[in-house]
């Protein structure tokens, strides 16, 4: 299974390019060895529309464009769920051998998803209730994914 994260607006050098990095390539490789064949990143411009939903919905258009057909659309929400990250790891396994093709996963920019990416999507997670910069929440997913990976191969790096 192909996995992506598309997310609005780029990610500087820094400490939080730095962090996603790494946990970009942990995943990468620990992740092959399960059956995830590749990790992607897409980077989507912000709008500079003048209103939050012509913004949503441009940056709805850009990010639609990265989404293959069948996939199975995750979007990072602070109304979604709060999934610990032993279930996050059972979707993600279970999308894995349910033979999905690709699993993306979307960070919305300043104003959020819009309202029908949100409705597209299969699940809905939020890392807590507060509002994230998507810097940080990038950082996180990654994490959540190498986490989500070690899960799977009974790694020790998650001790719940």
């Known amino acids: ?95 894995r051998d349910e033979g999905a093709g690709h699993t993306i996963f979307v960070i919305g920019g300043a104003d959020g998803l819009s309202p029908e990416l949100r409705r597209k999507a299969k699940l809905a997670i939020a890392f807590g209730s507060a509002t994230w910069p998507h810097q940080m929440v990038r950082v996180m997913l990654l994490e959540q994914l190498y986490r989500a990976a070690t899960i799977l191969a009974g790694h020790p790096y998650h001790r719940a």
């Open 1 to 95: 299974m192909r996995v992506a994260v598309i997310a609005v607006g780029r990610l500087k050098q820094g400490p939080e390019r730095e962090l996603a990095d790494r946990y970009f390539e942990r995943f990468d490789e620990a992740g092959r060895k399960l059956g995830f064949r590749e990790l992607s990143i897409h980077e989507i411009p912000e709008s500079r529309a003048r209103d939050a939903a012509t913004r949503m919905a441009e940056e709805a258009a850009a990010i639609g464009a990265y989404i293959p057909d069948k996939s199975i659309l995750v979007a990072l929400d602070e109304r979604g769920q709060n999934l610990d990250s032993t279930v996050f790891a059972r979707h993600l396994g279970r999308w």
